[in-house]
């Protein structure tokens, strides 16, 4: 069976400080990845995707960045932390038919 | 662009009533998948319900949904609320054969089972 774990579970960061979201997934070979982030209160917006090792592609800009280091890592990072990045943050792959499955998401308090 | 309306932000309920949470959309695809996924209180969201047929009934956990692509719509539906249902429930479409099969979820309906 599948599994996708992400990490941290939540933090604390403050402005200006960089920030490393990390998302593992194992049983499935060459697995489409996405980040999603959900404001508090509000949607869930898909920020990339990566359909194989080392491509990775922008949907929504919001001073972030993704990586996929390898098959079934994908990493999502700033250099530096603004407020309005507070949220909770998704990995999710993508299964035959379009449905996406999420993992258990990062939660994200910038002070 | 393509986009998802859920109407309401949030439905209330007695146990034991029917419930519906709605939901349309508008599209520039012609080949388009749907979903109802559901998210609990500080979990991830989950798929309920998937459905890619129009005017086919789809059900999964006592819930049903049914698209009507004439009406642009694919509204949630039960039956008989359990205050187990209590949770924020998001429409999605997902575009069909564009980059990265992106997933556009609607705001979210919450909807509130109360005794």
């Known amino acids: 069976a599948q599994t996708i774990h992400q990490w941290p579970v939540a933090e604390i960061k403050a402005v200006g400080s960089p920030l490393s979201l990390g998302c593992t997934i194992k049983g499935k070979s060459s697995p489409n990845l996405y980040w999603y982030w959900q404001a508090t209160g509000g949607t869930l917006q898909q920020l990339f995707y990566?359909?194989?090792?080392?491509?990775v592609e922008s949907v929504v800009q919001l001073n972030l960045s993704a990586s996929r280091p390898k098959d079934d890592q994908f990493i999502l990072s700033t250099e530096k932390l603004l407020l309005s990045h507070s949220g909770f943050y998704l990995c999710?792959?993508?299964?035959?038919?379009?449905?996406?499955?999420f993992g258990e998401g990062s939660r994200l308090i910038v002070v | 662009g393509d986009s998802v309306t859920q109407a309401e932000g949030l439905v209330t309920v007695t146990e034991g009533l029917p419930v519906k949470l709605n939901c349309t959309y508008q599209t520039t695809y012609l080949t388009i998948a749907f979903f109802w996924y559901v998210q609990y209180l500080n979990e991830a969201p989950q798929v309920l319900l998937k459905s890619s047929t129009d005017n086919k009934r789809t059900e999964h956990q006592g819930f049903h949904a049914t698209l009507h692509k004439s009406s642009s719509s694919f509204h949630l539906q039960k039956s008989s609320a359990q205050l187990s249902d209590s949770a924020l429930y998001y429409c999605a479409l997902s575009e069909d054969g564009s980059s990265g099969n992106k997933l556009i979820f609607g705001i979210g309906t919450l909807l509130s089972v109360k005794p």
């Open positions: 990566s359909i194989t090792v080392g491509q």
């Open positions: 999710a792959w993508r299964v035959s038919g379009n449905t996406l499955y």
